[in-house]
């Protein structure tokens, strides 16, 4: 089964700043539109940076930030500029981390995960922005029907994926998890079985409970 892409799950309808934008108009976008974060573009629609909530929460924070600039440290320097800052481009964290809208959803989350961001920023092939694809997106993969999840390990994992005869192999889905019982010939088919299943979106967990007559993972002895 083909695995779902960032563009059937981001968000299309973005709120977005320009770098000139001001600090007061960053804050009233993403109050009134109740969002966490903005792109910042440019004027060809490129993404340059995100302000998040917590970029500007820095100037509350420092009270406006130190009169001068300080010398040591990078991470001190960009606290301050956003603590002082008083457009978008002072604010943002930039470079944005940004992904393809046929990127696999899994790929998406293991780059939030590793860069330890709320979002990505979605860009076509000419580096413009058209979508924004968030953790929130990611988890909502897991909100499907079991039966929708049945469907799907039925007909693309046991009939499309693997070529099984019906019946070699029956799943029932509760709550995300996906419990699997039959008989195959090899225990290679039964763990691929298993990995297909997981693969599945809105997938939690897969209680694999195959049972095999050949163990062909084993080497047999010289």
């Not at 994926?161 to 192999?169: E, H, K, N, Y």
Request: charged share 25%.
């Amino acid at each position: 089964m083909k695995e779902l892409t960032v563009d059937t799950v981001m968000t299309t309808e973005i709120v977005t700043a320009r770098p000139e934008t001001t600090f007061k108009d960053v804050v009233r976008l993403m109050s009134e539109h109740r969002v966490s974060g903005l792109p910042v573009v440019d004027t060809k629609g490129r993404p340059l940076g995100v302000v998040s909530e917590a970029d500007t929460l820095v100037k509350q924070e420092q009270h406006g930030g130190p009169a001068t600039r300080p010398w040591l440290g990078r991470a001190r320097r960009a606290r301050w500029q956003k603590a002082t800052g008083r457009v978008a481009a002072d604010l943002m964290t930039a470079p944005p981390v940004t992904v393809g809208p046929d990127a696999t959803v899994t790929a998406a989350a293991r780059t939030m995960a590793r860069r330890n961001i709320r979002r990505l920023c979605v860009v076509d092939e000419d580096g413009k922005l058209v979508g924004v694809v968030s953790r929130r997106d990611v988890i909502g993969t897991f909100l499907r029907d079991d039966d929708a999840i049945r469907a799907d390990i039925e007909e693309h994992v046991f009939k499309r994926g693997m070529w099984l005869f019906p019946g070699s192999l029956v799943v029932a889905v509760v709550e995300g998890v996906a419990t699997v019982d039959g008989s195959v010939e090899r225990r290679t088919t039964a763990l691929v079985a298993g990995q297909l299943i997981q693969a599945v979106p809105g997938v939690v967990a897969v209680r694999n409970n195959v049972r095999y007559e050949l163990d062909d993972t084993v080497t047999s002895p010289l």
